[in-house]
């Protein structure tokens, strides 16, 4: 009687043990029938943090707004890449392995999106970046995309601006050498300040610091010394704001310019009444929305948070909802094909604009430039690509 037992029990445990297999299996599986799975790498913590967290809230945003595809749940995996290379890179494979999400999200920062690159293309699971502009992100690797434009386009803007609004003749550049997007939009800025100025020597000073760094006051004297019209400065927004502190307390009063990484409440909190003035490119304003998807994104911002959007938060609710078109116009979560699909994208109506994929898997999209003035971002012009 005993032995009947004991084996009847045995047969009780293995049939249990079996059915959470099965449970585990289908919750692991990013396109099993219960839930399809999109994995998400942005950097939650570190010096890049304000920037992944509005883009997550975009990102999450979009997921309420469109949770289901293909008559199954959609599921945001979400890993912190800590602002890390090597974090971002381990993000990326865990993604794919452990989770085995059908397509990935992210990142903000280049750097932060290329340590990723290899990863995706390798693995034939499709990327789409929200806001990394340097056009190394997707070179040669047919498995990454994104929905903003590029530094080539955004150097372009900024040095058109400080030529032909500001009348600006020389230049001087501060950059931050372990950035790629720093050192790349610097590049673009320079190649197009000295065509449309027509002088090879109109950059009068380079001066060169590293992330993290809090004291510019080297470099900042060299460019007081060169006396240039202008000061072009793209970093991260911690170091950009207490950069341009310290330029205002040498007496260096010239207009300052940047990039997209300075839309970030952060930026006017460090620099305070310093960056008045301060003017920089970006992807998207809420004082000039461009299509009737802006209107709607909109709104469901200003109720879920309470405040306006930003152009990160929108880029995340666009790359979101791309690769939800595709999924729908594919009809199959295979992760080729979404990649097959995403590169057909054109002119898809998305919060910050009607985007179009080139052949490199870059949106060919218009650029926004705002001004802090009286302690807000202020939008001055959109300006379009050619």
């Given at each position: 009687?005993?032995?009947?037992?004991?084996?009847?029990?045995?047969?009780?445990?293995?049939?249990?043990?079996?059915?959470?297999?099965?449970?585990?299996?289908?919750?692991?599986?990013?396109?099993?029938?219960?839930?399809?799975?999109?994995?998400?790498?942005?950097?939650?913590?570190?010096?890049?943090?304000?920037?992944?967290?509005?883009?997550?809230?975009?990102?999450?945003?979009?997921?309420?707004?469109?949770?289901?595809?293909?008559?199954?749940?959609?599921?945001?995996?979400?890993?912190?890449?800590?602002?890390?290379?090597?974090?971002?890179?381990?993000?990326?494979?865990?993604?794919?392995?452990?989770?085995?999400?059908?397509?990935?999200?992210?990142?903000?920062?280049?750097?932060?999106?290329?340590?990723?690159?290899?990863?995706?293309?390798?693995?034939?699971?499709?990327?789409?970046?929200?806001?990394?502009?340097?056009?190394?992100?997707?070179?040669?690797?047919?498995?990454?995309?994104?929905?903003?434009?590029?530094?080539?386009?955004?150097?372009?803007?900024?040095?058109?601006?400080?030529?032909?609004?500001?009348?600006?003749?020389?230049?001087?550049?501060?950059?931050?050498?372990?950035?790629?997007?720093?050192?790349?939009?610097?590049?673009?800025?320079?190649?197009?300040?000295?065509?449309?100025?027509?002088?090879?020597?109109?950059?009068?000073?380079m001066s060169s610091y590293n992330t993290?760094?809090?004291?510019?006051?080297?470099?900042?004297?060299?460019v007081k010394a060169k006396n240039p019209?202008?000061?072009?400065?793209?970093?991260?927004?911690?170091?950009?704001?207490?950069?341009?502190?310290?330029?205002?307390?040498?007496?260096?009063?010239?207009?300052?310019?940047?990039?997209?990484?300075?839309?970030?409440?952060?930026?006017?909190?460090?620099?305070?009444?310093?960056?008045?003035?301060?003017?920089?490119?970006?992807?998207?304003?809420?004082?000039?929305?461009?299509?009737?998807?802006?209107?709607?994104?909109?709104?469901?911002?200003?109720?879920?948070?309470?405040?306006?959007?930003?152009?990160?938060?929108?880029?995340?609710?666009?790359?979101?909802?791309?690769?939800?078109?595709?999924?729908?116009?594919?009809?199959?979560?295979?992760?080729?094909?979404?990649?097959?699909?995403?590169?057909?994208?054109?002119?898809?109506?998305?919060?910050?604009?009607?985007?179009?994929?080139?052949?490199?898997?870059?949106?060919?999209?218009?650029?926004?430039?705002?001004?802090?003035?009286?302690?807000?971002?202020?939008?001055?012009?959109?300006?379009?690509?050619?």
């Amino acid at each position: 009687m005993k032995r009947k037992f004991g084996l009847l029990l045995l047969a009780l445990v293995l049939i249990a043990s079996s059915l959470v297999g099965c449970t585990e299996s289908e919750d692991t599986a990013g396109g099993s029938s219960d839930v399809i799975k999109i994995g998400v790498f942005e950097p939650m913590t570190g010096v890049n943090a304000a920037g992944g967290q509005m883009t997550v809230e975009g990102i999450e945003l979009a997921n309420e707004a469109k949770g289901e595809v293909l008559g199954q749940k959609v599921e945001l995996v979400i890993v912190d890449n800590k602002s890390d290379k090597v974090e971002s890179a381990n993000a990326a494979s865990r993604l794919i392995e452990k989770d085995e999400v059908v397509a990935i999200i992210g990142s903000y920062g280049s750097s932060l999106s290329m340590a990723a690159g290899d990863i995706v293309k390798k693995q034939e699971v499709p990327a789409v970046g929200c806001s990394p502009t340097n056009p190394l992100v997707t070179l040669n690797n047919d498995y990454y995309f994104r929905v903003c434009f590029i530094d080539p386009f955004q150097g372009t803007v900024m040095a058109n601006y400080a030529v032909n609004d500001l009348g600006a003749k020389t230049a001087a550049i501060i950059q931050d050498v372990t950035q790629d997007y720093s050192v790349g939009l610097s590049k673009y800025f320079i190649d197009a300040f000295k065509e449309l100025t027509g002088d090879e020597n109109s950059i009068v000073e380079m001066s060169s610091y590293n992330t993290g760094d809090q004291d510019f006051t080297a470099q900042l004297t060299n460019v007081k010394a060169k006396n240039p019209d202008v000061i072009f400065a793209p970093g991260n927004y911690g170091e950009s704001a207490l950069l341009i502190r310290q330029a205002r307390d040498l007496g260096i009063d010239v207009p300052i310019l940047g990039g997209d990484t300075w839309e970030s409440p952060e930026f006017l909190s460090i620099g305070g009444e310093a960056v008045e003035g301060a003017v920089f490119s970006t992807h998207f304003t809420a004082e000039a929305p461009v299509t009737d998807v802006s209107g709607v994104f909109l709104d469901a911002y200003r109720e879920e948070f309470d405040k306006e959007a930003n152009a990160f938060a929108a880029l995340g609710y666009d790359a979101y909802m791309v690769i939800i078109d595709a999924i729908e116009k594919v009809g199959s979560v295979d992760s080729k094909a979404i990649r097959d699909e995403l590169a057909k994208v054109e002119g898809f109506v998305g919060a910050t604009g009607t985007i179009t994929l080139d052949e490199n898997g870059d949106a060919v999209k218009s650029a926004v430039i705002n001004k802090v003035e009286d302690g807000e971002f202020v939008y001055l012009t959109t300006v379009e690509p050619k």
